[in-house]
């Protein structure tokens, strides 16, 4: 399968799974703005399960992805074995985090496998950045990059001095909007390439 085709798919996947995610939330009884993203997934809430196929269809999308792309193949790959991981692992709930709220083993794993894989996702934007072939693909990236930095330093700072809150929500939900609108646009970008390599040379 050429990189063009992967890429498509793994749009598709990345699509799907982040609408079905954020259909779920929007579902949820109150506010979607509020809490963390990953409470939905908790064991009890009413769209648990399809919440939790949601993130490992985007994760699938992801590993998609790492094999169309070249130089941050293995970054991506990584980051979609940590994302089905936060999926497969959900956090009780609340998503109680320390040191504000008592929690437990899988609430460490599902948080620490979720600040990991952004974290991953960043150094794939990176060196995406600095290989990109084409100038749609290096300002998408810029972009992306320019955001997702603060966002995430912010959202960090915010998670250990000030716990679950409104802030905490707003930031998240928009670090994952800005993460999914460039796995989606670097899938685009990359299956409407020119190039038509097979996929054992597209390997990092």
């Known amino acids: 399968m050429t990189r063009s085709r992967l890429a498509a798919l793994a749009a598709l996947a990345v699509t799907a799974g982040a609408g079905v995610m954020l259909c779920t939330l929007v579902a949820e009884p109150g506010s979607w703005w509020q809490g963390y993203v990953s409470e939905a997934g908790a ?19 992801v ?4 094999r169309a792309v ?8 990584v980051a979609a074995v940590l994302a089905g991981t936060s999926g497969v692992v959900p956090c009780s709930a609340g998503c109680p ?3 504000y709220e008592p929690t437990t083993p899988t609430d ?4 620490a496998v979720s600040i990991l894989g952004m974290a991953v996702l960043a ?3 990176a060196k995406t950045w600095r290989a990109a072939a084409g100038p749609a693909l290096r300002r998408l990236t810029a972009a992306a990059l320019t955001l997702t930095l603060p966002l995430g330093a912010a959202l960090g700072l915010t ?7 409104t802030a905490g929500a707003l930031l998240e939900r928009v670090l994952l909007g800005v993460a999914a609108t460039w796995l989606i646009g670097t899938a685009l970008l990359t299956s409407t390439s020119q190039e038509r390599e097979p996929v054992h040379q597209a390997l990092p």
């Not at 460490?108 to 948080?111: G, R």
Request: aromatic letters at 4%; hydrophobic letters at 60%.
């Open 43 to 61: 064991a009890g809430r009413p769209y648990a399960m399809v919440y939790r196929l949601g993130l490992v269809l985007l994760a699938l999308g």
């Open 63 to 66: 590993a998609l992805l790492s």
């Open 70 to 77: 070249r130089r941050a193949g293995l970054l991506l790959l």
């Open 97 to 99: 985090l320390p040191p």
């Open 108 to 111: 460490v794993i599902h948080t």
């Open 123 to 125: 150094a794939a934007m």
């Open 159 to 165: 998670m250990l001095l000030a716990g679950r809150g």
